[in-house]
């Protein structure tokens, strides 16, 4: 928006300003490193901005903006009082689809198949949201000054599956076992033991 307000305040609406404005807020965007997906909606603002409200750029952006800060405000209320998702209930869940990610892998390279991308996209996947969510839970402790440690289950579970993604693409590579990081019989018992202990704890 604010890209938008401000090649319209110079060149006014017209293909010029339009073009002008996309580059720049695609260059603000990626510089400030929020991502392409971010880019994409910022571009798109910027569009709407000089070509359905051209002629009051500086009117239709503060209505917008003071629209999103409402729909924040409003959706941050009701996560936080109605609808109130902690990430410690959704942690054992999150663990737990790990896990499950991380034994079809292992089976998988165990057995010597070549097509792991899926598997391997799958568990990268679920460590990202054990990562994610940890992030959420430490947000969580600040807020309600809660001064307990991460759960220690919950980093052994993301190591273990960040050592399987690295031991399946050194062997999809061929590379020889001295340099693999831990050996599929290793990773095997640390997943069994993980997954038993996961049982206990829940």
Request: hydrophobic share 50%; aromatic share 4%; charged share 20%.
């Amino acid at each position: 928006m604010i890209a938008g307000m401000m090649v319209g305040a110079v060149f006014g609406p017209s293909t010029l300003a339009v073009a002008l404005g996309v580059v720049l807020t695609a260059a603000l965007a990626l510089s400030l490193g929020w991502g392409v997906p971010v880019a994409r909606v910022g571009v798109t603002l910027c569009i709407v901005t000089l070509i359905a409200h051209g002629a009051n750029l500086f009117e239709y952006d503060m209505l917008r903006a003071l629209n999103t800060l409402i729909g924040v405000v409003i959706g941050l209320a009701v996560s936080i009082f109605v609808w109130r998702v902690r990430s410690r209930d959704e942690m054992p869940r999150a663990l737990s689809r790990v896990l499950e990610h991380a034994a079809s892998l292992l089976e998988a390279a165990a057995a010597g198949r070549t097509d792991l991308r899926r598997l391997q996209s799958d568990l990268y996947d679920a460590i990202a949201t054990v990562v994610k969510l940890a992030r959420e839970a430490k947000l969580e402790r600040r807020v309600e000054l809660d001064t307990g440690a991460p759960e220690a289950h919950a980093l052994q579970v993301v190591q273990l599956g960040l050592d399987l993604l690295a031991a399946a693409l050194a062997d999809e590579c061929r590379v020889p076992e001295t340099q693999s990081p831990r050996s599929f019989d290793g990773l095997r018992r640390r997943l069994d033991e993980l997954g038993l202990l996961g049982r206990q704890v829940r």
